[in-house]
Each structure stands twice: as structure tokens, then as C-alpha cells.
């Protein structure tokens, strides 16, 4: 969508938890961040932010980069060799939105499984495995598992769910890499925390840019030595950043002051489904977090008539639209939202 295509003053965009804009307490953080040059390694706010998110996840390491698009990336530069196997969700982030780099950049073959919520079991995993040593066949040597599922509707994996991969993966001497770009939403549904999801994974990366409100900014946490490699990995891809000091304030600032307002997210996103739902409104997919998809008669005709009326939303295939619930959006902006569905999209009672 273009800034053209935007109505001047939209009353709730809901497209995406990406949104969210630097609170005022975060842009003062910011403006005070003491930096210095982080490819030398001195920038001490990108340091403490490392050694917080480390310890956050229970890991030796941590390393600050850009996106959660290279984090993901970097981690699977660093755990395999091209032309080996991945197996991931078909609906995993970087099988739909992240341009092929998985194959292009890592030279990866990606053999998916295909799940509505975007999990699946160490049962499935296990079908798919290639070890054997047959000149003909790719070896499987990274599984990669999505907590929350961004097209699965925010779904969470529970942690025996996660444990049972993991004890696959070392029994075949495979690596687990965990895409948490929303990890902490994950953790606010299950009350598991961050740790034990990553103790399960080699790596794990999260987001500081989507509902903790950051302008920018992932965390991708292992052993030394993976991420040592990620470290040589992140240069190469021009991840490198100098006095991005001023990022990783934001970024300590969300983890201190914004992981508590997710559950306020999945009240709202619960309130909302909720009130529809009672309107005849049907939804897509279980959705515990902030992600929901809404089926309606033609995806493109709805998006439409929404914004015309102050709603952003984003088609999500033919009959479905995608709403997403974040800190820019308070109790009445949810609730204007909810008026604007029943007027926008009426259904036939
Ligand atoms: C599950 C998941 N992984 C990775 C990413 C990539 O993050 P970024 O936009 O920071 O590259 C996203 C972005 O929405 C996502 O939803």
C-alpha cells in the first residue's frame, strides 16, 4: 500500500503489529543512548541489549541485527551448508515473504509440511528426514519452527510440542532454529517463559519491531561458536551497523517497558473477534495472540470498503482479511473498529 492509497486520517490501521510507532518514553531513550562504532564492538547500548536478550533466553550469546528477515537468514547460514534441506511450516515467514533467500542466498532445499496453524509434529518432521548418505538425496541438517505463526493465526506451540522436535533433531544430529519474531506473545498466552522455549532450539531470534513498539531491530541467541559465524554472516549480508547503539535503546526500553502490554493486545484481539463473532462474523483460525483472519466474500472489495471508512486491513487470499491487533491500538480504537465491521461488511441476519 502507498501513503497515497492510506485515507488522510485512518481511524485503526490494523494491518500489522509492524506499525507500532516508538513510544515517547522510547524516542527519549533513544536520544540519550550512549553509542559508539558496533562493528568494532563498541557500542555499548548494542552490548547490554546482547547481554540482556542473552540472558533473557537462557544462551551463551546474542547478536543485534537489522530484521528478523536476516536474523533468519543468518542463522541459517550458519547452521548449514548449501545444498542441504530445511524443514519448515508451508506457511512459515521465509518461505512466503522473504524472497527465496533461504534458496537463493543459502542454498537451501526447502521441504515443508503443510499445517493450517503452521506447526507440526516431530512425527511429520521425522517422515522427512534425509540422512541417509545416497549421492542422489539432499541431507536434512536445520528444522526451523515459527512461535507465534504469523499466517497460523498467532498460534502458539506448546512446549512438549517443541521438546519432542528437539530430541529428533539431536537424535539425528540436526540443528532446531526457532523464528520467534513474537516469541514474548507466545510466552504472555502459555505462560512459558522465553528460556525454556529457547533451551529446546540452537537458536532462537525475536523481534523488537513488531508489538514491543521498536522502530527496528531482531536478537538471533545461540552457542559462541554459531554465533560467531552469525556475527561473519550478519557483515556479509551488510547487517553490520555502526552507532546503532541508538536502535538497541529502543530495543531495551520495549524489553522493559512494553513486554507486559501484550496481553493487553490478545484482550483486544478477544474483545473484537468476540463482538463479530456475535454479528455472524467468521473466523479463520483459532488465533490465541494478536493475529486474526476474517473470512469475507471477496478480500480485496472489503479492504476497500474498510479504509474508505477509516479501517486498514490486508487482503489475505481471495475470501479472507487480516487484522492485527498492537499497542497503537487502544480500547477505542478496537471498539470503533468494531463499529466499523458491523457498517462496512454487514452480513444478512
Ligand atoms: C514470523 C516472522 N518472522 C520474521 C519476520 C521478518 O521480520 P522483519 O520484517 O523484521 O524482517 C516477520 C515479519 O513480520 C514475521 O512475522
Not at 37 to 58: F, I, N, Q, S
Request: charged share 25%.
Amino acid at each position: 500500500m502507498t501513503p497515497a492509497d492510506c485515507p488522510e486520517k485512518p481511524v485503526v490501521d490494523l494491518r500489522s503489529d509492524t506499525l507500532t510507532r516508538p513510544s515517547a518514553g522510547m524516542r527519549k531513550a533513544m536520544a540519550g543512548a550512549e553509542v559508539g562504532d558496533d562493528v568494532y564492538g563498541e557500542d555499548p547500548t548494542v552490548k547490554r541489549l546482547e547481554t540482556v536478550a542473552a540472558e533473557m533466553l537462557g544462551k551463551p550469546c546474542a547478536l543485534f541485527l537489522p530484521t528478523g528477515t536476516m536474523a533468519n537468514l543468518v542463522a541459517f547460514l550458519a547452521q548449514t551448508r548449501p545444498g542441504d534441506s530445511i524443514i519448515l511450516s508451508e506457511s512459515a515467514h521465509p518461505i512466503h515473504y522473504e524472497n527465496a533467500n533461504l534458496s537463493m542466498v543459502a542454498g537451501l532445499l526447502p521441504c515443508v509440511i503443510h499445517d493450517a496453524l503452521g506447526k507440526f509434529t516431530a512425527d511429520q518432521v521425522e517422515q522427512r528426514i534425509v540422512r541417509e548418505d545416497d549421492p542422489h538425496l539432499s541431507w536434512t541438517t536445520l528444522v526451523s519452527v515459527e512461535n507465534t505463526t504469523n499466517r497460523g493465526g498467532g498460534a502458539c506451540w506448546e512446549l512438549h510440542e517443541m521438546e519432542s522436535i528437539a530430541a529428533l533433531c539431536r537424535r539425528h544430529g540436526m540443528r532446531l532454529h526457532c523464528d520467534g519474531a513474537r516469541i514474548f506473545n507466545a510466552c504472555a498466552v502459555t505462560n512459558i517463559e522465553a528460556r525454556y522455549y529457547a533451551k529446546c532450539c540452537d537458536t532462537l531470534c525475536f523481534c523488537l519491531s513488531k508489538g514491543l513498539g521498536a522502530p527496528a531491530g531482531s536478537l538471533l541467541a545461540g552457542d559462541p561458536e554459531t554465533m560467531h559465524k552469525a556475527l561473519r554472516f550478519r557483515k556479509m549480508l551488510g547487517g553490520g551497523m555502526r552507532q546503532s547503539g541508538i536502535l538497541a535503546a529502543a530495543g531495551l526500553y520495549a524489553l522493559e517497558h512494553h513486554l507486559g502490554d501484550l496481553a493487553e493486545d490478545h484482550r483486544r484481539a478477544r474483545r473484537f473477534r468476540q463482538a463479530l463473532e456475535a454479528e455472524g462474523f467468521e473466523f479463520c483460525l483459532p488465533s490465541p495472540t494478536n493475529i486474526l483472519y476474517i473470512r469475507v466474500e471477496n478480500s480485496l472489495r472489503a479492504v476497500k470498503t474498510l479504509k474508505r471508512r477509516g479501517v486498514l486491513t490486508l487482503a489475505h487470499g481471495q475470501d479472507q482479511i487480516r487484522a492485527v491487533f498492537h499497542r497503537d491500538i487502544d480500547d477505542k480504537a478496537m471498539e470503533d473498529a468494531i463499529e466499523c465491521f458491523k457498517q462496512a461488511l454487514a452480513l444478512p441476519r
